[in-house]
Structure formats: structure tokens, C-alpha cells
């Protein structure tokens, strides 16, 4: 498996929470990035790298340059295959609302929890690896 695959296999699981992604939304996303060959600095071929030998880091990485970062390149490519599953018949629903009950803003209240927690520990992270 390629770094761009394995890359665009790791970023699918974490949009997924854990599922596989489709071996056609690897497929469009390694040939995307290949097609837009951009140059990437070294500080965020430094973060490409860390995340995709250490999986559990891409979620502090990403709220950390949410954060100080919006466009880092780790972010514009965790969107493009945000955008590849949202578009991809075996993930879109999971991006369609669903009709929630009343207990959904103890989920969302959750979610917030994790993304602060996320942001704590990536924000010395990036500053790390970025140096």
C-alpha cells in the first residue's frame, strides 16, 4: 500500500469513526492528491507523516489546526476526503441528517467535550512538529 493510500485509509477511518473506508473513496482521493501535485512545506509533511505512522494523532491534529492553522495542508486534504465520502454511495448516509430525539444534545455536548480535549493535545503537538 502506498503512503498516500495508506494516508487517505487512515484519514477515511477517522472520518468514519472507525469504519473501513471504500476502496473506491482510496482509490479517487490517492489519485486527487497525485493530480494536484502542490508543494508541501515541511512543517506539514512533518504533520502527513506523524499521522500516518500514528493514527490516533489525526483527530488532536486536526482540532489543533482548526485552531491555529485552518489551511494547513493536513486540513485541506482531511476535507477533500470529507468530501470524496460524503459523495461515496457506501458512506453518504452517514453524512444525511437523522431525525434526532431529545436526548441528542447530551451527543453533542459529548462531541464538543472531545473536540476540546482533542485541541489540547494537539495544540503542543503541532507546535512540536511543526518546529
Do not use: C, K, N
Amino acid at each position: 500500500m502506498s503512503a498516500l493510500a495508506l494516508e487517505a485509509a487512515r484519514f477515511g477511518r477517522y472520518l468514519l469513526d472507525g469504519i473501513e473506508p471504500a476502496p473506491a473513496a482510496v482509490a479517487r482521493y490517492v489519485d486527487l492528491i497525485e493530480r494536484d501535485a502542490r508543494p508541501v512545506t515541511a512543517a506539514d509533511a512533518s504533520l502527513l507523516r506523524f499521522a500516518r505512522t500514528r493514527p490516533w494523532s489525526i483527530g488532536p491534529i486536526d482540532a489543533a489546526l482548526a485552531l491555529s492553522a485552518p489551511y494547513a495542508e493536513v486540513r485541506r486534504r482531511l476535507h477533500l476526503m470529507f468530501a470524496i465520502l460524503e459523495s461515496t454511495p457506501e458512506h453518504h448516509d452517514r453524512f444525511l441528517p437523522e431525525r434526532r430525539g431529545t436526548r441528542y444534545l447530551g451527543v453533542v455536548l459529548a462531541a464538543g467535550g472531545r473536540a476540546v480535549a482533542r485541541a489540547a493535545i494537539g495544540i503542543p503537538l503541532v507546535r512540536f512538529l511543526r518546529q
